[in-house]
């Protein structure tokens, strides 16, 4: 899947996400899970799941995130803050995943 910088004006992504968009990746960038793992803790992946994945891509999302989520509830009785970046990275991960379908 290739986003461009079209694809977040024209969803309405905020105007942070844009900028810095634009500054590391100029017009577009290929979805990759390097990428997405690169940039987890910096990009709102949920919201580009719910607003630039297809229908049946994000309902893949969907089921995979659930996974995500039972991690984030594990890992943040223990220790928040690592529960919170490992589901950030679970998230990233599960975007990539759903990218192509």
């Known amino acids: 899947m290739i986003i461009t910088l079209a694809d977040l004006i024209d969803k309405g992504a905020c105007a942070k996400q844009i900028a810095l968009f634009k500054k590391l990746f100029g017009e577009s960038v290929e979805v990759t899970e390097e990428l997405c793992l690169k940039y987890y803790n910096?990009?709102?992946?949920?919201?580009?799941?719910?607003?630039?994945?297809?229908?049946s891509a994000?309902?893949?999302?969907?089921?995979?995130?659930?996974?995500a989520i039972e991690a984030y509830i594990k890992a943040s009785t223990s220790a928040p803050e690592e529960g919170l970046?490992?589901?950030?990275?679970?998230?990233?991960?599960?975007?990539?995943q759903c990218c192509d379908i």
């Open 85 to 96: 970046e490992e589901y950030k990275k679970a998230l990233a991960l599960d975007f990539a």
């Open 42 to 55: 910096k990009f709102a992946f949920w919201w580009a799941a719910d607003n630039l994945l297809s229908v």
């Open 58 to 67: 994000w309902e893949a999302y969907v089921k995979v995130r659930a996974s």
